[in-house]
């Protein structure tokens, strides 16, 4: 198959490691796979994967222009399925693809990434395109919120990765906390800090390494030194090797308030990291039973956090390594998300 993926994001996200992946193991089962994206960082790493890239300028939503070069790029490439993300990906790449009778998948991440009004009732309307969502409860969310991508087709496939080497050894001294998200309101990274707080006052040592950057960037390891962190956190902000960095710890925290299926939480189970989050959006359907103490309610708070830390400093190595053997067998595997994957698109294909 001939795929394209379009993504007119600016900053990196779970999406665009996801779009990565997803390219790699695509090309590696013999299709060709062009990524059409803004100039940067995630084109340079798309062309070390050996994927056709084209570097793009999107534009305002249905500009001619943007959508004319696009379906000269499609044309050019021979393309047989689109995968989009947002609006504006369909808006131009999606379009030009619909005007060449090209089949459109539309990616949904988040389900609050679509609300109702005009707009999406228009996309749904010209586009007819294929919901894709990486967990049941952003598709049900979206259908939920705008009803009228109910009656488009759908599929639910869990983001997969490689597993690591099977894990088997406790924790490290001091205990290695990670975390990879977008420095952003909404990721939480204020309750963790907070949390730490309580963990130093108890006397457990341990060192917190940040992965990401967003708004926040600047005020975050401010206030981690006015809760008297600054020793005790390392903010490493953009990194190209995020699950190579994160592997070389030992608890994953994630405390964002909303989420789909959280690529750099499943990149964490896959390396056997002991994780702790909140129960939102579809964490809860991959997380393993083992571990139930570990996933907290949607509004835990500090407390909660600090709780759940302090009981993993208190299990023997052995306890540690059995919840780190728990995520890793938990974590759905990138061949089986491939299988799924492909044959959810060579289906479309076959439509034409």
């Known amino acids: 198959m001939n795929l394209v993926f379009a993504n007119a994001t600016k900053k990196w996200g779970g999406v665009k490691s996801w779009t990565l992946d997803v390219a790699a193991g695509l090309r590696e089962r013999g299709h060709r796979v062009l990524i059409l994206a803004r100039p940067g960082e995630f084109l340079r790493r798309a062309a070390l994967l050996g994927c056709e890239t084209c570097a793009f300028t999107f534009g305002p939503d249905y500009n001619p222009v943007a959508i004319l070069r696009a379906a000269r790029e499609l044309r050019r490439f021979g393309a047989q399925v689109v995968c989009g993300n947002v609006g504006k ?11 060449l009778g090209v089949p459109v998948v539309h990616r949904v991440g988040l389900a609050g990434d679509l609300t109702p009004g005009p707009a999406p009732w ?18 049900d969310g979206v259908r939920h919120a705008v009803p009228s991508l109910r009656p488009l087709p759908a599929a639910v496939i869990h983001t997969g990765k490689r597993r690591g080497p099977r894990p088997e050894h406790g924790p490290h001294a001091p205990l290695a906390l990670a975390s990879a998200s977008q420095l952003n309101p909404d990721k939480g990274h204020a309750t963790v800090l907070a949390a730490l707080e309580r963990l130093a006052g108890s006397g457990i040592s341990f060192h917190y390494h940040v992965y990401g950057t967003g708004s926040l960037q600047e005020t975050l390891p401010r206030h981690a030194q006015d809760l008297g962190l600054a020793d005790h956190v390392t903010w490493h902000g953009f990194v190209p090797d995020v699950p190579a960095r994160i592997a070389q710890a030992d ?12 690529n750099a939480l499943v990149e964490a189970m896959a390396a056997g990291l002991v994780c702790v989050a909140r129960n939102v959006g ?33 299990l023997c190595d052995e306890e540690f390594r059995l919840l780190r053997q728990a ?3 938990a ?3 990138r061949e089986t998300m491939l299988d799924a994957l492909e044959d959810f698109l060579s289906r479309l294909k076959e439509r034409l």
Request: charged share 20%; proline share 11%.
């Open 327 to 329: 995520f890793w067998q």
């Open 251 to 262: 608890v994953f925290v994630l405390a964002s308030t909303s989420e789909g299926l959280p």
């Open 89 to 99: 990906d369909l808006r131009t790449v999606g379009l030009a693809a619909r005007i």
């Open 122 to 139: 228009l996309d749904a309307q010209m586009l007819r395109p294929r919901l894709l969502a990486p967990c049941r409860q952003v598709l």
């Open 331 to 333: 974590v759905p595997s």
């Open 282 to 314: 579809g964490i809860a359907e991959i997380w393993p039973p083992a571990a139930h103490w570990l996933l907290l309610p949607p509004d835990a708070g500090p407390e909660a956090f600090a709780e759940a830390l302090l009981r993993l400093t208190r």
